[in-house]
Antibody
Framework: QLQLQESGPGLVKPSETLSLTCTVSGGSISSSSYYWGWIRQPPGKGLEWIGSIYYSGSTYYNPSLKSRVTISVDTSKNQFSLKLSSVTAADTAVYYC??????????????????WGQGTLVTVSS | QPVLTQPPSASASLGASVTLTCTLSSGYSNYKVDWYQQRPGKGPRFVMRVGTGGIVGSKGDGIPDRFSVLGSGLNRYLTIKNIQEEDESDYHCGADHGSGSNFVWVFGGGTKLTVL
């Protein structure tokens, strides 16, 4: 059974960089056609996609966050990471990592998320 | 890119039925939408994908037959029959737009379903 687990500081100061890691267990992050993403949910609000990455390193970012986001992958550790710079209180949210099947040589389709992490609350405050 | 609009709240009595709506912005009537259920304090889980022809693919794991979907015009519907207490959740719809470097994944604001 695949499991995803987010980890990282729960408190970040304004203007600093938020850093989170998602560790994948029970399967390989290098599986063909699977993309690994970050989604966040501010308290009491809806979901917001931050970005996704393929094990090869190809990245896809939400245009509204692109200037502040970096997503990277470490296949040797079976992990992928999120860095969000210049954070403000508006970045306070539960951050989820997730897996989706996506475009391949045989299909251009994206499929629904099949695995989510449990989520981790990150608060931006001084 | 499409904008997905959901009513912020809905309610239904135990054993009744309710239909939740996700409305795509104009020009995106051929888009499929994914419904996700999020129980209080938990992460989301996939319910079903819906297009104008109805369900696309299979239901998510463990989703009961009481859940069904329909698509019409710009609207994508999730209907829950014989509502149970465990159905009290936030329901989110999401859609994909574009390809390659222009890919974007968007969500609606979510609907909080209260079981009375």
């Amino acid at each position: 059974q695949l499991q995803l687990q987010e980890s990282g500081p729960g408190l970040v100061k304004p203007s600093e960089t938020l850093s989170l890691t998602c560790t994948v267990s029970g399967g390989s992050i290098s599986s063909s056609s699977y993309y690994w993403g970050w989604i966040r949910q501010p308290p009491g609000k809806g979901l917001e996609w931050i970005g996704s990455i393929y094990y090869s390193g190809s990245t896809y970012y939400n245009p509204s966050l692109k200037s502040r986001v970096t997503i990277s992958v470490d296949t040797s550790k079976n992990q992928f990471s999120l860095k969000l710079s210049s954070v403000t209180a508006a970045d306070t949210a539960v951050y989820y990592c997730a897996r989706r099947r996506g475009p391949s040589a045989y299909s251009s389709s994206w499929y629904p998320v099949d695995y989510w992490g449990q989520g981790t609350l990150v608060t931006v405050s001084s | 890119q499409p904008v997905l609009t959901q009513p912020p709240s809905a309610s239904a009595s135990l054993g009744a039925s309710v239909t939740l709506t996700c409305t795509l912005s104009s020009g995106y009537s051929n888009y499929k939408v994914d419904w996700y259920q999020q129980r209080p304090g938990k992460g989301p889980r996939f319910v079903m994908r819906v297009g104008t022809g109805g369900i696309v693919g299979s239901k998510g794991d463990g989703i009961p037959d009481r859940f069904s979907v329909l698509g019409s015009g710009l609207n994508r519907y999730l209907t829950i029959k014989n509502i149970q207490e465990e159905d009290e959740s936030d329901y989110h719809c999401g859609a994909d737009h574009g390809s390659g470097s222009n890919f974007v994944w968007v969500f609606g604001g979510g609907t909080k379903l209260t079981v009375l």
